[in-house]
T-cell receptor, first 114, second 113 residues
Framework: DTGVSQNPRHKITKRGQNVTFRCDPI?????LYWYRQTLGQGPEFLTY????????KSRLLSDRFSAERPKGSFSTLEIQRTEQGDSAMYLC????????????FGPGTRLTVT | GENVEQHPSTLSVQEGDSAVIKCTYS??????FPWYKQELGKRPQLIID?????GEKKDQRIAVTLNKTAKHFSLHITETQPEDSAVYFC????????????FGAGTQVVVTP
């Protein structure tokens, strides 16, 4: 499968714990996006990278969230001190590099905070 | 920032009939408008997109229209089939954050045989 991959697919954690998700984009894609999707809603933008540079971070994202893309390939999204409100599907997408290039989504990581 | 509103939230159509979903956006600088289809438990997939330099685009049974003056765009599905049943999301790319997509809340489309 040469599409966008995400790991883990599911994560259950207790409130207060830290979690880290990984996204592997399509190999030639320069842009990588993170979105969050809750039940019955559309994906909500979190942050995006052009190669290794983080270009924008949503104002809705608290300081507990951090994302990296150290070598311009895979990316990680870390949530510190998880809260029940963090429970959601975390989606990663990648695109070639222009703002109007198609964004290809990964299968997502479903986070449940108990 | 950009705000996208989508209507209706649910749409039930008879197989063979047409379905229309409408979206409005707030940022006049937005110039890229994709539509995604998401089946239950699966990832969103692009079905069609339109850029602000055209008013209409068609791909087989699917078409999208854009009215920049009124800041709204619509998805039209003709001759609907049961496999068209899914949640459809419209999105807009804000002019000041090229590539950052603001999604609508989605439309659950149910096609009944």
């Amino acid at each position: 499968d040469t599409g966008v991959s995400q790991n883990p697919r599911h994560k259950i954690t207790k409130r207060g714990q830290n979690v880290t998700f990984r996204c592997d984009p399509i190999s030639e894609h320069n842009r990588l996006y993170w979105y969050r999707q809750t039940l019955g809603q559309g994906p909500e933008f979190l942050t995006y990278f052009q190669n290794e540079a983080q270009l924008e971070k949503s104002r809705l994202l608290s300081d507990r969230f951090s994302a990296e893309r150290p070598k311009g390939s895979f990316s990680t999204l870390e949530i510190q001190r998880t809260e029940q409100g963090d429970s959601a599907m975390y989606l990663c997408a990648s695109s070639l590099g222009r703002g109007d290039d198609e964004q290809y989504f990964g299968p997502g990581t479903r986070l449940t905070v108990t | 920032g950009e705000n996208v509103e989508q209507h209706p939230s649910t749409l039930s159509v008879q197989e063979g009939d047409s379905a229309v979903i409408k979206c409005t956006y707030s940022d006049s600088a937005s110039n890229y408008f994709p539509w995604y289809k998401q089946e239950l438990g699966k990832r969103p997939q692009l079905i069609i997109d339109i850029r602000s330099n055209v008013g209409e685009k068609k791909d087989q049974r699917i078409a999208v229209t854009l009215n920049k003056t009124a800041k709204h765009f619509s998805l039209h599905i003709t001759e609907t089939q049961p496999e068209d049943s899914a949640v459809y999301f419209c999105a807009a790319s804000s002019g000041d954050s090229w590539g950052k997509l603001q999604f609508g809340a989605g439309t659950q489309v149910v096609v009944t045989p």
